[in-house]
C-alpha cells in the first residue's frame, strides 16, 4: 500500500479497524481465541460451545459482526482491487494484533 493512502481507502481501513475492533473486544467478553486455527469457522458456524464464557448475547453480536467483516471484505476488494483491499485489512489485523497481543489466541504457523 502506498505511504499516502487515498481517500476510498482511508475510509475502507477505518471501517475495517472499527469492526475489528468490536469483534477483538466481544471475543475477549466471550473468551473466543478468535486466532486460534477452526475458531472463527466455528463461531461462523453458530456453536457457542467455543466461548470461554456463556454470553449468548455478545456472541451473537460476535457472530454478526464477524458476517458483516467478510461481506465488506468483498466489498471492499470490489472498490479497491484485491491486493490493495487485502494489504489494508492485514494492517489493520496486524495493529490489532499489537494491541491485544496473544489473548485473542494464536495464529496458524
Request: proline share 6%; with cysteine.
Amino acid at each position: 500500500m502506498s505511504a499516502t493512502p487515498s481517500y476510498q481507502t482511508g475510509r475502507w481501513s477505518m471501517h475495517f479497524e472499527e469492526i475489528d475492533q468490536e469483534i477483538a473486544t466481544l471475543a475477549l467478553m466471550c473468551e473466543v481465541p478468535l486466532l486460534n486455527p477452526g475458531v472463527i469457522e466455528r463461531v461462523l458456524a453458530n456453536e457457542p460451545a467455543v466461548c470461554g464464557k456463556d454470553k449468548p448475547a455478545s456472541f451473537a453480536k460476535l457472530r454478526g459482526l464477524l458476517m458483516m467483516h467478510y461481506s465488506d471484505q468483498n466489498r471492499a476488494m470490489v472498490a479497491l482491487g484485491e491486493e490493495q483491499a487485502m494489504a489494508m485489512i492485514n494492517e489493520v489485523i496486524e495493529r490489532l494484533r499489537a494491541r491485544f497481543g496473544d489473548r485473542l489466541g494464536t495464529p496458524a504457523a
